[in-house]
């Protein structure tokens, strides 16, 4: 019998001896049901690159008061992944954090105080697990699953009962994963900021999650799209996805004029600025009149120069930093997702135990949308 097999047996024998405790009176249980049940779960341990990156054995416990305890079973990676795990994300964090931030799985115990939910229900949450609804705040950050608080890449995860959000029958688990970060961040430009309507046209920069997820939301909304890659093939297959417009920006560094001669002059309605402040400039000179700029990448860094921004005056063009959404947005996309049957594209699935590939896969750049690591 093979050691991932072993592994998987024993956790699942800990889950249902757990569960039924769990499921036992409260007046039954003279300590914590899930006292004898132990998990695997990653931590960065020193947040030095993806070799930091272990796999540790630890103690299970009940959730709390206002918990859920999830076992997970599709979680996402995102781009902030990678520079957490090499230290180059907000402030250091605490060697046993639990990374990522985006994931699904099946509820196995909820907590004093918490209704609505029971062992059984298939859920995900937002990362930012305080906002449930209405506008940013920057306290939200305090609260960010896999990043300022543990994450998904664990078998088991503990979750505010306030933040989960059931799935709809139709989604799987891998599909409300993919979902995640990259999805609300689309969402978010595309329908809170763009009030996107079907004929617009809506410009993405690279083919990573954020894009190929916002190409396939603006196709869902009816809506034409232009993308940028460096890759022909990855062209070829944004092509396939739906994107009607593509520019490979290396063949043609001001891309912003191939976009506008393929709208006819009249340029784009919608841009979704994964890169940056880098080609900031050449995104707005690609828009429309009254167009709306989503700003949210910092793969471009931070250029010498600051970019022209006189042409907002003259075209009118809103521009907006974005930092992903709400639970109530997190919601409305997996509706509409759901409702209209998109599959967002997954370029690879990685099994638990090689969570390093996975994180080395994407590092490496050569996906298209999202990477994902599945626990079964």
């Given at each position: 019998?093979?050691?991932?097999?072993?592994?998987?047996?024993?956790?699942?024998?800990?889950?249902?001896?757990?569960?039924?405790?769990?499921?036992?009176?409260?007046?039954?249980?003279?300590?914590?049901?899930?006292?004898?049940?132990?998990?695997?779960?990653?931590?960065?341990?020193?947040?030095?690159?993806?070799?930091?990156?272990?796999?540790?054995?630890?103690?299970?416990?009940?959730?709390?008061?206002?918990?859920?305890?999830?076992?997970?079973?599709?979680?996402?990676?995102?781009?902030?992944?990678?520079?957490?795990?090499a230290g180059q994300y907000g402030e250091p964090q605490p060697a046993e954090r639990v990374p990522l931030s985006d994931g699904a799985?099946?509820?196995?115990?909820?907590?004093?105080?918490?209704?609505?939910?029971?062992?059984?229900?298939?859920?995900?949450?937002?990362?930012?697990?305080?906002?449930?609804?209405?506008?940013?705040?920057?306290?939200?950050?305090?609260?960010?699953?896999?990043?300022?608080?543990?994450?998904?890449?664990?078998?088991?995860?503990?979750?505010?009962?306030?933040?989960?959000?059931?799935?709809?029958?139709?989604?799987?688990?891998?599909?409300?994963?993919?979902?995640?970060?990259?999805?609300?961040?689309?969402?978010?430009?595309?329908?809170?900021?763009?009030?996107?309507?079907?004929?617009?046209?809506?410009?993405?920069?690279?083919?990573?999650?954020?894009?190929?997820?916002?190409?396939?939301?603006?196709?869902?909304?009816?809506?034409?799209?232009?993308?940028?890659?460096s890759s022909d093939d990855k062209l070829a297959l944004a092509r396939d996805l739906g994107a009607e417009i593509t520019v490979n920006?290396?063949?043609?560094?001001?891309?912003?004029?191939?976009?506008?001669?393929?709208?006819?002059?009249?340029?784009?309605?919608?841009?979704?600025?994964?890169?940056?402040?880098?080609?900031?400039?050449?995104?707005?000179?690609?828009?429309?009149?009254?167009?709306?700029?989503?700003?949210?990448?910092?793969?471009?860094?931070?250029?010498?120069?600051?970019?022209?921004?006189?042409?907002?005056?003259?075209?009118?063009?809103?521009?907006?930093?974005?930092?992903?959404?709400?639970?109530?947005?997190?919601?409305?996309?997996?509706?509409?997702?759901?409702?209209?049957?998109?599959?967002?594209?997954?370029?690879?699935?990685?099994?638990?135990?090689?969570?390093?590939?996975?994180?080395?896969?994407?590092?490496?750049?050569?996906?298209?949308?999202?990477?994902?690591?599945?626990?079964?």
């Amino acid at each position: 019998m093979s050691s991932k097999t072993t592994r998987r047996k024993a956790l699942a024998g800990g889950l249902a001896v757990a569960a039924a405790a769990a499921a036992a009176p409260q007046a039954a249980r003279a300590r914590d049901a899930w006292a004898d049940t132990t998990y695997q779960r990653y931590e960065l341990a020193g947040q030095r690159g993806i070799a930091s990156l272990q796999r540790n054995r630890r103690q299970a416990r009940s959730p709390g008061t206002g918990e859920v305890l999830v076992r997970m079973r599709a979680a996402a990676l995102n781009y902030r992944d990678l520079l957490l795990a090499a230290g180059q994300y907000g402030e250091p964090q605490p060697a046993e954090r639990v990374p990522l931030s985006d994931g699904a799985g099946e509820v196995l115990a909820v907590g004093d105080g918490v209704t609505g939910l029971a062992p059984g229900d298939r859920v995900t949450a937002p990362h930012f697990l305080d906002w449930l609804a209405g506008d940013f705040s920057p306290a939200i950050f305090a609260n960010d699953a896999g990043i300022t608080t543990d994450g998904w890449l664990s078998e088991l995860v503990w979750l505010p009962a306030r933040s989960v959000v059931r799935l709809p029958e139709r989604l799987s688990f891998e599909t409300a994963a993919a979902l995640g970060v990259a999805g609300i961040t689309a969402w978010r430009v595309l329908q809170t900021l763009g009030q996107i309507k079907a004929g617009d046209t809506v410009l993405t920069l690279g083919t990573g999650g954020v894009s190929i997820m916002a190409l396939q939301i603006a196709r869902m909304n009816g809506a034409r799209v232009a993308i940028t890659s460096s890759s022909d093939d990855k062209l070829a297959l944004a092509r396939d996805l739906g994107a009607e417009i593509t520019v490979n920006y290396r063949q043609e560094p001001e891309w912003q004029n191939a976009v506008r001669a393929a709208t006819g002059g009249r340029g784009v309605d919608i841009v979704v600025e994964t890169v940056g402040v880098a080609t900031l400039e050449q995104s707005i000179a690609a828009c429309a009149p009254n167009a709306r700029v989503g700003l949210l990448g910092v793969l471009g860094g931070i250029p010498e120069q600051f970019p022209n921004l006189l042409p907002l005056y003259g075209n009118n063009i809103h521009l907006q930093g974005i930092t992903s959404g709400s639970r109530a947005m997190h919601a409305n996309l997996l509706e509409a997702a759901s409702v209209n049957q998109l599959e967002p594209y997954v370029d690879k699935v990685f099994d638990f135990a090689d969570a390093q590939s996975a994180y080395a896969h994407l590092k490496a750049a050569g996906h298209v949308g999202k990477v994902l690591i599945t626990s079964r």
